[in-house]
């Protein structure tokens, strides 16, 4: 089955899978062992003028997150250009370089990095929410290399629809969507603060629980602007995989699922694929991109009550409990819904652990 991907006219993955800027790509030796997985290209950690100084604890993971206090690559540039760079080039998959943060710096870094990157990844998490500064850094940045310019996009942005077309009109490539949200707090029961190591505790938010809004801006900016676009924000799943690309994506980046479940997840998704694919009736994901774009365009008011399938029903009674609107009810051992109360509101279709409700949810 054909696992490959076209990223806009310039670049093409044998499969959709590549890791997230972050610690799981710190170095050489952590990304060779990706490699060795077999993922469709490589990403860096964001490489800046200056190593990070990363406060400590830094990433702390609960069963759908991850909150991280982390910064940029530990490591200075100088360190990547002679020596990680070089070892990681020889693995022979495409290679992004994630650079950061401001307008200078990312001009300085360019040239260094250049023979060594098939795409840049640009992040400007720290220029703000306004685009002036950040249309200014993707107009230089591609007035200075012919490799092509993806730029992360942080969900603090107002309209993303808006810095699409701003990164299109300045000479941008395509995007990564989206990067981690926050800030947040975790705190602990037993101590009232932070666990993490950040002057006021704060962290940022990434993994399976932002998996909705990822796809959600995804679909935003696909409908709008014809540009590539690389899902990043959730992915754990071959399911997932699918997920993002019918949501307009070309490709997905994953980094917090293979923190929580094991650098293994990699491996696994990509042999899992084929079999996600022909589950949805396809050989290969160009058919699929972007089929969700054509459907689900109008809001439909009809009320529509569950039917309850008998044979596939354990009574386990979490649609009776959940029920907003007591109107499920665990009666002679049979699930009975009144329609006299019952919204249509799609909570027990979505919740049952055996799909023994069906009729509410399109």
Avoid at 13 to 27: F, R
Avoid at 165 to 189: C, D, E, T, W
Wanted: glycine share 8%; net charge neutral.
């Amino acid at each position: 089955m054909d696992l490959s991907v076209r990223i806009g006219d310039k670049l093409t993955l044998e499969n959709p899978i590549m890791p997230a800027s972050g610690p799981l790509v710190g170095d050489s030796e952590k990304i060779l062992a990706l490699a060795a997985q077999g993922v469709g290209g490589i990403v860096t950690k964001t490489i800046s003028v200056r190593e990070a100084h990363v406060p400590r604890p830094c990433i702390i993971g609960g069963n759908d997150y991850i909150m991280n206090t982390e910064l940029w690559s530990e490591y200075p540039p100088d360190r990547w250009e002679k020596e990680f760079l070089p070892s990681i080039r020889r693995a022979g998959k495409p290679i992004f370089i994630s650079l950061g943060y401001k307008e200078e710096e990312i001009l300085s870094l360019i040239p260094r990095f250049e023979p060594f990157a098939d795409a840049f990844e640009l992040s400007t998490h720290y220029l703000g929410k306004s685009l002036d500064p950040i249309a200014k850094t993707v107009r230089a940045a591609a007035q200075a290399t012919d490799r092509p310019i993806f730029i992360k996009l942080s969900p603090h942005i107002p309209d993303p629809v808006e810095f699409a077309q701003m990164v299109k009109s300045q000479g941008g490539y395509g995007l990564v969507a989206i990067n981690s949200l926050g800030p947040v707090y975790p705190v602990r029961s037993s101590v009232p603060s932070s666990p993490l190591g950040s002057a006021d505790g704060f962290g940022w938010i990434s993994g399976p629980v932002i998996k909705p809004l990822a796809l959600a801006i995804i679909r935003k900016i696909a409908s709008a602007v014809d540009i590539p676009i690389i899902g990043v924000g959730g992915v754990s799943s071959a399911q997932d995989v699918i997920d993002f690309i019918q949501c307009g994506a070309s490709a997905v980046q994953m980094l917090s699922a293979a923190m929580l479940k094991g650098r293994t997840l990699y491996r696994k998704i990509i042999a899992a694929l084929p079999a996600a694919l022909e589950s949805h009736g396809f050989t290969d994901f160009q058919s699929m991109k972007g089929l969700s774009l054509k459907t689900n365009t109008s809001a439909v008011y009809e009320r529509r009550t569950p039917i309850i399938d008998p044979e596939k029903c354990t009574l386990c009674n979490r649609c009776v409990e959940n029920c907003p609107y007591n109107a499920l009810e665990n009666r002679d051992k049979k699930i009975i819904v009144d329609p006299t109360l019952c919204f249509g509101c799609g909570l027990c279709e979505s919740r049952c652990p055996v799909h023994a409700i069906s009729g509410i949810l399109r």
